[in-house]
């Protein structure tokens, strides 16, 4: 298998700091407020974070800490350094900081005030497929900073550069068809993997019927109007060989007093991977949780846990991603970024027990899934971060995690509805 290229632009070591001649022109509020950035980079949408105001002159950002980060491909390098439409010169990755966050507070609107920016244009070396370090250090910024005698407001940031080939696949076809997956290189598709869907009892000579719960009762179709169970997703290497599977172990039920899988009762999947030690059996590794979240745009969340291999059989919250119902989205495994997002930080896993067989992981782009809404013809498109990827299997056991994810968004749909519109043709 051969990797596409992609880059990691990291911004990180983000501090603050403003000299006492500065605190009139800047105000008081700079001292007692929080301080925000946003991180512009044409073509991506702005992320907005947090800056920490410095006050010792001696006090240095942590070096490693990482505030954003933006993934990019070869298309996206060529848009970015092709001149702008009002402008020749290449795009800039530009960083604007605040006092304040933007929005309200108790119904009264919050007004930002602009301290400063800071810009760094596009350049060849962009392209070139090595580590960089792109700016390191504090930088005057603010409309004082020229002017003589004044000092104005500091910012230290890190932006840095780093490789991070990517394996790219695509399953041809809605997963329900059992649709063949194929590694996408440019333009070129090389099969990989197999899909195989059912939603039919175990026989019990299946290996996963060991964790398998569910009726055999012959009526599936009324059962299926008020729970969604025994699906079952195997992925199978050219030889024909199952390398993952995931399957529903809490089915998909609408929970008391509504027609949905609500959070207080989300339905679950178990993604399994063959047992290295005990031939013909397998294997836990993951859990994925999933509900629907009813609002002005519903959305459906797939919440991932790692299964520890230790005794004690513990479980390592990895992803928590909230889909458009409607219109679909990205389910991303990425430590960096749901780490800021997360109300609750979600740990980095760092042994190869939490990635069983996949490596050390020191954060970073794990995964990504881009999946339809509901409804609609779903072919997932998933990435895979080389680092997490020494064979065949290792990419195997995300494709079964891709398949549950988009077999989620089905899953969670109302149940009235889908009964309503049989009633209809019924008449």
């Given at each position: 298998m051969d990797p596409q290229a992609?880059?990691?632009?990291?911004?990180?070591?983000?501090?603050?700091?403003?000299p006492g001649a500065a605190y009139n022109s800047v105000g008081i509020r700079a001292l007692s407020s929080p301080c925000s950035c946003e991180i512009r980079l044409r073509?991506?949408?702005?992320?907005?974070?947090?800056?920490?105001?410095?006050?010792?002159?001696e006090a240095t950002p942590d070096s490693h800490s990482i505030a954003s980060s933006f993934y990019l491909e070869e298309s996206d390098l060529k848009a970015l350094l092709a001149p702008g439409c009002f402008h020749?010169?290449?795009?800039?990755?530009?960083?604007?900081?605040?006092t304040g966050w933007k929005g309200s507070h108790c119904g009264?609107?919050?007004?930002?005030?602009?301290?400063?920016?800071?810009?760094?244009?596009?350049?060849?070396?962009?392209?070139?497929?090595?580590?960089?370090i792109l700016f390191n250090g504090w930088i005057g910024i603010?409309?004082?900073?020229?002017?003589?005698?004044?000092?104005?407001?500091?910012?230290?940031?890190?932006?840095?550069?780093?490789?991070?080939?990517?394996?790219?696949?695509?399953?041809?076809?809605?997963?329900?068809?059992?649709p063949q997956i194929v590694q996408l290189q440019g333009s070129i598709k090389q099969p990989i993997f197999s899909c195989k869907f059912s939603r039919d009892r175990v026989p019990q000579v299946d290996p996963l019927s060991t964790y398998w719960s569910g009726s055999t009762d012959s009526s599936d179709q009324e059962m299926e109007r008020r729970e969604r169970k025994g699906w079952k997703v195997k992925i199978h290497d050219l030889?024909?060989?199952?390398?993952?599977?995931?399957?529903?172990?809490?089915?998909?039920?609408?929970?008391?007093?509504?027609?949905?899988?609500?959070?207080?009762?989300?339905?679950?999947?178990?993604?399994?991977?063959?047992?290295?030690?005990?031939?013909?059996?397998?294997?836990?590794?993951?859990?994925?949780?999933?509900?629907?979240?009813?609002?002005?745009r519903d959305s459906v969340c797939c919440r991932f846990r790692l299964i520890s291999d230790d005794q004690e059989g513990g479980e390592l919250l990895i992803s928590e991603i909230f889909i458009n119902a409607e219109k679909g989205g990205e389910f991303f495994i990425d430590t960096d970024r749901q780490m800021r997002a997360a109300a609750?930080?979600?740990?980095?896993?760092?042994?190869?027990?939490?990635?069983?067989?996949?490596?050390p992981v020191v954060g970073g782009f794990v995964m990504k899934c881009r999946v339809q809404g509901e409804g609609k013809r779903s072919k997932p498109l998933v990435q895979l971060a080389l680092r997490h990827v020494t064979c065949v299997e290792d990419a195997a056991i995300f494709m079964a995690l891709a398949a549950a994810v988009d077999l989620s968004i089905e899953a969670c749909r109302p149940f009235r509805r889908k009964i309503m519109r049989r009633t209809r043709h019924s008449l």
């Open positions: 992609f880059i990691r632009l990291s911004i990180g070591s983000l501090g603050l700091r403003i073509g991506f949408p702005v992320q907005t974070t947090s800056v920490p105001l410095i006050t010792s002159v020749g010169t290449h795009a800039s990755l530009e960083i604007v900081v605040f009264v609107s919050i007004k930002r005030q602009q301290i400063g920016s800071f810009k760094l244009e596009v350049g060849p070396e962009w392209c070139e497929g090595r580590p960089i603010g409309k004082n900073k020229q002017e003589s005698g004044k000092s104005g407001p500091e910012l230290h940031l890190r932006v840095k550069l780093d490789p991070d080939p990517r394996y790219v696949f695509q399953f041809e076809d809605v997963t329900r068809l059992s030889s024909g060989s199952a390398v993952a599977a995931a399957f529903i172990t809490t089915p998909f039920v609408p929970s008391t007093g509504c027609d949905w899988v609500a959070r207080s009762n989300p339905g679950a999947w178990l993604i399994v991977r063959p047992d290295v030690c005990r031939p013909e059996s397998w294997q836990p590794w993951g859990k994925l949780e999933a509900w629907r979240e009813r609002g002005i609750t930080p979600i740990p980095s896993p760092q042994s190869s027990g939490d990635f069983a067989a996949l490596g």
